[in-house]
DNA sequence: TCCACGATACTG
DNA sequence: AGTATCGTGGAC
């Protein structure tokens, strides 16, 4: 398999050993620089919304309009993508598949229209609540395992569109209580995505049960 | 493993 | 108008 991508622009290179964000004004510039630290420093940290706090256990990167055509900012702004095109550490939500909310953490410089979906998370705090909002789940692990299963544990939907994550809105993304090793951190290639899935760029917590199961992208046939 | 579900965004 | 979509749950 090939780790790397001739597409990969020169300004998303990985620096090594960076530290983990200790507070928020560290995650603040954690989310303000290169997209793939942004990715992996997010796992381990806890997002609240609904009254349900999760720790982010799966992630994936999106390079914006920088070479990335998985992201939905790839071929400019549009009124659904404007929040992408604007400052960090915001929420992205979009819907999707007639019925699913989804929600990305924007990242980077304003213009750049990065962000990082968050897919999987584990239910931390408010489980009796995440429980009622998702009746047909047997078992907890389960109750965050997916990015529209996040949104809809958390109640997110488009009310939570553009919120500035690290403030006192009503969905709030705050440092984890321990950080997250890189040698605890799995790549791996994004799911559902039809360009470029050469990218190592989803990044999930190695082990971790409440990550979700990899499917390939399959194009729906039409009948 | 496969398919129905289903609304929206973007393209032509 | 047509087509694709950063998905999930339930049926095989």
Do not use: K, Q
Request: glycine residues 12%; charged residues 20%; hydrophobic residues 45%.
């Amino acid at each position: 398999m090939v780790a790397h991508s001739d597409r990969r622009p020169a300004d998303l290179a990985e620096p090594a050993g960076r530290a983990e964000p200790a507070g928020l004004a560290d995650l603040a510039d954690l989310l303000a620089g290169p997209v793939l630290p942004a990715a992996r420093g997010l796992l381990g940290c806890r997002l609240t919304a609904g009254g349900v706090t999760v720790r982010i256990t799966e992630v994936e990167a999106y390079a914006g309009t920088a070479g990335d055509p998985a992201s939905h900012a790839h071929r400019g702004r549009t009124p659904r993508n404007a929040v992408m095109f604007g400052p960090a550490g915001h929420a992205y939500v979009y819907f999707t598949y007639g019925m699913h909310w989804c929600v990305n953490v924007v990242t980077g410089p304003a213009g750049e229209a990065a962000a990082v979906l968050l897919r999987a998370g584990e239910v931390v705090d408010g489980l009796a609540v995440a429980r009622a909002r998702r009746p047909a789940v047997r078992r907890d692990v389960d109750l965050a395992r997916g990015p529209a299963r996040l949104c809809a544990a958390l109640g997110i939907d488009r009310s939570a569109y553009g919120t500035h994550l690290l403030g006192d809105g009503p969905v709030r993304l705050r440092p984890g209580d321990a950080p997250v090793s890189a040698d605890a951190v799995a790549a791996g290639p994004r799911v559902g995505v039809t360009g470029a899935h050469d990218v190592p760029w989803r990044f999930w917590i190695a082990g971790d049960p409440t990550v979700s199961a990899y499917r390939r992208h399959v194009p729906r046939t039409r009948r």
